[in-house]
């Protein structure tokens, strides 16, 4: 069923300001229950950055832009709400290729028990570090399994939480001193101390003994996923997520308006006012009980007319999406590239590489060794790419970027993100036998396919603030003085936070979208329906 042209009624029980993955659950939700429930989204579709897209003219790749993989999506949205949506799971888990005594290797995690312990051994020249790695990520699944059911239940107290946990050192770990300490303490070896640090930074700008604990946040989010901390491809790229949920919310009742923008909501607590714009410069209004915003907290302020936020949200990394004729071949013989860009294909990644790109771009610099990850969906979904692109071989290539803040490209957004791409692909080519240039696929006006978005190309397009893919720095789960109930209320009674930038927000999870619905059935404010 296609979006309505507009609204099809003066007031409604819900109205749901973004039409992003959140905004689209907590409307399936909502109207599953029998509420009246309107979504307004600014962009011509739905699906915010979780979408498909065909990036490179006259090619039939459908890429998942800007999100490409699913970790914290809780099974229980899923069947609550009958998503046709599957996820697979990836073969290997990551890849980093090295360089030792003049000769090309590198560490494969996956495929194994037996072989990612081989691989250690012939890395690291012992069993030591394996067994570290093996007691480490125990020790993480522990705390995984305890606290992912929590994320959609009302939050936790932070003592009832660590009691959940029930594991002292791994509570101390990851919840009270920085994370740096328990990887120098357990790792020996830099490149894996830097594998195992790079959750701790993936949209987050830190170093691995920040005081704040903002990377300790961020690694928890990261292995908490599914209570295993999986990442898995999402099957027909994340567009097919969001379709699926504007098809379940439509479904069950929710009206859902494209190319409408929330510009004003004006609440008394009891009721709301939200005024709106069309692309045609048209302007209207709804009534509603329940807002839910679907955006991130700057977003909200300046729809209810207060002050934005502080501090400030800054994202700081780069998108490169990427369509390849064949995958490159590598300078370490010793992998097959389909195993090495199966996974996470990490790049100038070592712990002392993390550090460096840090301090420089702290300082002002970009990264000279600017650090990346990467990886292939259409190894493990080929369904993204058109039959004839699968059967010549065709492969994509996502690389997330870390350590370049937007400050980096006020200057000249162009000019920079042009040198920065330069110097990541150098990086990689660092470890390929051939040039990553000469396995590009041409789009259909001979150009090279490969797209890069820098902090702010997603402010400018998706309007993350500052570009910050979580809309702002993550938080622990669990309650404090401001975080309400569910982590999504605001100062306002019938006002709510359904986006990224909600409490357990980030990634594409749906969480925020179902606490915030949770919290609206909770309410008893609107009557159940017959």
């Known amino acids: 069923m296609p979006a309505l042209s507009s609204p099809a009624r003066a007031s409604y029980d819900a109205v749901i300001v973004g039409g992003g993955h959140n905004g689209l659950v907590a409307a399936a939700y909502l109207a599953r229950a029998g509420r009246t429930v309107l979504v307004l989204e600014r962009l011509g579709h739905t699906g915010g950055a979780a979408v498909s897209t065909r990036p490179f003219a006259g090619v039939d790749a459908r890429l998942s832009r800007y999100s490409y993989l699913v970790s914290l999506l809780p099974r229980k949205i899923?069947?609550?709400?009958?998503?046709?949506?599957?996820?697979?799971?990836?073969?290997?888990?990551?890849?980093?290729?090295?360089?030792?005594?003049?000769?090309?290797?590198?560490?494969?995690?996956?495929?194994?028990?037996?072989?990612?312990?081989?691989?250690?051994?012939?890395l690291t020249?012992?069993?030591?570090?394996?067994?570290?790695?093996?007691?480490?990520?125990?020790?993480?699944?522990?705390?995984?399994?305890?606290?992912?059911?929590?994320?959609?239940?009302?939050?936790?107290?932070?003592?009832?939480?660590?009691?959940?946990?029930?594991?002292?050192?791994a509570w101390r770990m990851l919840f009270e001193e920085p994370i740096g300490v328990a990887i120098?303490?357990?790792f020996a070896d830099d490149l894996v101390r830097g594998v195992v640090l790079t959750d701790a930074l993936i949209g987050t700008f830190a170093d691995a003994h920040d005081p704040t604990l903002l990377q300790n946040r961020c690694f928890l989010y990261h292995v908490v996923g599914g209570g295993t901390g999986d990442w898995d491809v999402p099957v027909g790229g994340m567009g097919a997520l969001t379709d699926a949920l504007a098809d379940a919310a439509r479904a069950a009742g929710a009206e859902i308006v494209t190319g409408h923008e929330a510009t004003r909501v004006e609440t008394d607590g009891d009721r709301a006012e939200i005024a709106f714009r069309t692309k045609t410069g048209h302007t209207g209004s709804v009534?509603?009980?329940?807002?839910?915003?679907?955006?991130?907290?700057?977003?909200?302020?300046?729809?209810?007319?207060?002050?934005?936020?502080?501090?400030?949200?800054?994202?700081?990394?780069?998108?490169?999406?990427?369509?390849?004729?064949?995958?490159?071949?590598?300078?370490?013989?010793?992998?097959?590239?389909?195993?090495?860009?199966?996974?996470?294909?990490?790049?100038?990644?070592?712990?002392?590489?993390?550090?460096?790109?840090?301090?420089?771009?702290?300082?002002?610099?970009?990264?000279?060794?600017?650090?990346?990850?990467?990886?292939?969906?259409?190894?493990?979904?080929?369904?993204?790419?058109?039959?004839?692109?699968?059967?010549?071989?065709?492969?994509?290539?996502?690389?997330?970027?870390?350590?370049?803040?937007?400050?980096?490209?006020?200057?000249?957004?162009?000019?920079?993100?042009?040198?920065?791409?330069?110097?990541?692909?150098?990086?990689?080519?660092?470890?390929?036998?051939?040039?990553?240039?000469?396995c590009l696929a041409e789009d259909g006006d001979g150009r090279p396919c490969v797209e890069a978005k820098t902090p702010l190309d997603l402010e400018r397009e998706l309007r993350l603030p500052g570009g910050h893919i979580f809309h702002r720095d993550l938080a622990f789960p669990y309650a404090t003085a401001d975080t309400g109930r569910w982590g999504v209320e605001t100062a306002h009674a019938n006002v709510l936070l359904c986006g990224a930038g909600a409490v357990r927000g980030g990634g594409v999870s749906g969480v925020p979208g179902h606490n915030a619905a949770m919290a609206v059935l909770e309410s008893g404010r609107i009557p159940a329906a017959g």
């Open 78 to 122: 899923v069947d609550d709400l009958g998503l046709r949506f599957a996820v697979r799971k990836r073969t290997v888990s990551s890849y980093t290729p090295a360089e030792r005594g003049g000769r090309a290797t590198g560490l494969l995690v996956g495929g194994g028990a037996d072989r990612t312990r081989a691989s250690f051994t012939a």
């Open 125 to 169: 020249g012992g069993d030591a570090e394996y067994a570290a790695w093996r007691s480490f990520y125990a020790s993480t699944l522990r705390v995984a399994e305890r606290v992912f059911p929590t994320l959609t239940e009302p939050l936790p107290e932070r003592a009832e939480l660590r009691a959940r946990v029930d594991d002292e050192a």
């Open 184 to 186: 120098e303490e357990r």
């Open 287 to 438: 009534a509603a009980r329940h807002v839910l915003v679907n955006a991130s907290p700057r977003a909200l302020a300046a729809l209810l007319g207060d002050e934005p936020p502080l501090p400030a949200a800054e994202g700081a990394q780069l998108k490169v999406n990427m369509l390849l004729r064949r995958l490159p071949r590598l300078r370490d013989r010793g992998v097959d590239p389909r195993d090495a860009f199966a996974g996470t294909f990490h790049i100038a990644e070592g712990y002392g590489q993390l550090a460096t790109a840090y301090e420089e771009a702290a300082g002002g610099r970009l990264p000279s060794a600017p650090p990346s990850e990467i990886y292939c969906h259409s190894l493990t979904d080929p369904s993204i790419l058109a039959p004839d692109l699968v059967e010549r071989g065709y492969q994509t290539l996502t690389l997330f970027g870390l350590h370049t803040p937007a400050r980096l490209f006020a200057r000249d957004n162009d000019a920079v993100r042009d040198e920065l791409l330069k110097a990541t692909l150098d990086q990689l080519d660092a470890h390929l036998a051939e040039p990553i240039a000469d």
